[in-house]
């Protein structure tokens, strides 16, 4: 298992989108040069929360958010300051500064797992650590997982859609195993790059199976790894098995089955539902990406009220799929006072991360940060839904499960079925997942294109870019960066559709 003794001379260059917080890296700054006696386990420990820190930043904010601002949940405001308004607006270009952020964040995101990954190894070779030998197996375990998923979070939004028979000619993404930000990798086949993601997750897989998963983990554990493998086979068009693995998760995290239950979810992060999530405090609040564009809400005196000033609005299709009696309303999304140019404008907004309500210091401001759900058991009751229309299998039942824990009624196998047992399928997963950052993967997936409209009662406040997108549209594919075109000369093409 361990690797040759190694002198590690070189720090991590980590992009400017990963906050690591001060209480998760109180080590050595990385750009120190050690030689192998500079590595202990404690100093391994300092680094595996540093990859933990990390995940956080990389799970929220504008890693959720842009690919949102790019689909047909939201429309932009006169608000919004231009913030996310090239994905909005449909207009991508190699250099453009966000899409190169989360292209650099990604990969800083794996520079450092390696990195990690590198140190372990060193300490696991020497003489004096035999009693830390099962932690450090464990530790290199979470670093494989972490560097799959990290990995399948760039797939998701630089790749096309995984076609089974074409893969091995669809570009994929350059998989770095190893610490050497300098390399100039060449991206991967998509074929070749899912792959290495399965075996990563195999490698996790054989030592995080023993830990027992319960809600609200704060670490990995064997039911993440099952959850993004649900995940990962879903992408796959791997039906059967995205279907076995999902719901095979489901006895140990029973669904949410009340509106409380759902506040409590995404207000004070503790459900029964969440799978994995890492733990943010009060203290490393800065390892969180904020969310407030969707409300930007002021208190006032005056009204006993928020007005807001929200930069994206929910556009009106998404508001009505929410029925009367879904409980998600009040929670996902509620009626709010919108002011702009000294009037005031009632509309739905999006409320689902106003923010952990632990971590005010005032309840009339709203943080707009929580613990990222990285895996939550909702998730696997759509994958299984999905996966099993698509196999012929009995979708309804998961389907109808999520349906009722929010407070729908369950539908009949008699009377929706074919298309319309599909259609039912993708507007579940728009209620559930809204805002996380999924629509324009499931897009992609499901090969369908946008058409946006707008709530007529917040007319007034919008930017008026109200348009169709077809499916198939070359820029559901993000460009690869300029930098790294420029810069890698290993690399390869540009996206179809992109200047090279």
């Excluded at 958010?65 to 449909?90: C, I, K, P, V």
């Excluded at 294109?449 to 930017?463: A, F, H, K, M, P």
């Amino acid at each position: 298992m361990h690797m040759k003794k190694i002198a590690i001379l070189t720090a991590v260059a980590l992009g400017s989108l990963l906050v690591f917080s001060s209480c998760d890296l109180d080590i050595d700054p990385d750009t120190s040069i050690k030689g192998d006696d500079a590595y202990t386990f404690e100093y391994v420990e300092g680094e595996r929360a540093g990859v933990y820190s990390g995940l956080k930043s990389i799970t929220s904010g504008a890693y959720l958010y842009d690919a949102d601002y790019q689909s047909d949940l939201f429309n932009e405001t006169a608000m919004s300051g231009n913030r996310g308004g090239f994905f909005h607006r449909w207009n991508l270009y190699p250099n453009d500064q966000d899409v190169t952020g989360i292209w650099s964040g990604y990969y800083s995101m794996i520079d450092r797992i390696n990195y990690t990954i590198r140190a372990i190894d060193v300490v696991s070779d020497k003489d004096d650590v035999t009693e830390n030998l099962a932690q450090l197996a464990l530790y290199r375990a979470e670093m494989c997982l972490l560097r799959a998923y990290t990995v399948h979070q760039l797939v998701l939004r630089f790749c096309e859609d995984y076609d089974p028979a074409s893969a091995s000619q669809q570009p994929g993404v350059p998989y770095p195993t190893e610490f050497n930000p300098d390399a100039k990798l060449p991206r991967e086949t998509l074929v070749d790059t899912y792959r290495k993601i399965n075996e990563d997750i195999k490698s996790a897989e054989t030592l995080l199976r023993n830990i027992q998963g319960e809600a609200d983990n704060i670490y990995l554990s064997g039911d993440a790894v099952t959850a993004f493998k649900a995940q990962v086979a879903l992408q796959m068009h791997d039906y059967t098995n995205a279907s076995a693995y999902a719901s095979s998760l489901y006895a140990k995290y029973p669904l949410a089955q009340s509106q409380t239950d759902l506040e409590r979810m995404w207000r004070e992060d503790s459900s029964s539902e969440t799978i994995f999530q890492p733990e943010v405090v009060p203290a490393s609040l800065g390892s969180v990406g904020s969310m407030y564009d969707y409300y930007s809400g002021t208190w006032s005196s005056a009204v006993s009220a928020f007005n807001c000033a929200p930069g994206y609005v929910l556009e009106n299709w998404v508001k009505e799929l929410y029925e009367a009696g879904d409980r998600r309303v009040g929670v996902y999304l509620a009626n709010s006072r919108v002011f702009y140019n000294d009037k005031t404008f009632n509309g739905f907004l999006m409320t689902k991360f106003l923010g952990n309500k632990m971590f005010q210091t005032d309840k009339k401001i709203y943080v707009y940060k929580n613990m990222p759900k990285v895996f939550r058991i909702a998730d696997m009751y759509l994958i299984d839904a999905e996966a099993k229309y698509r196999s012929g299998g009995d979708a309804l039942t998961p389907l109808n499960a999520l349906r009722e824990s929010r407070g729908l009624s369950a539908l009949e196998s008699a009377t929706v079925t074919g298309d319309d047992l599909f259609t039912e399928i993708k507007n579940e997963r728009v209620r559930e997942t809204l805002g996380e950052g999924q629509r324009l993967t499931d897009l992609k997936r499901w090969n369908e294109g946008i058409s946006r409209d707008y709530q007529t009662s917040l007319q007034n406040v919008l930017r008026g870019y109200i348009y169709n997108i077809p499916a198939g549209t070359y820029m559901f594919v993000w460009p690869i960066p300029q930098l790294e075109m420029s810069n890698n000369p290993n690399i390869g093409t540009q996206n179809p559709g992109y200047l090279q």
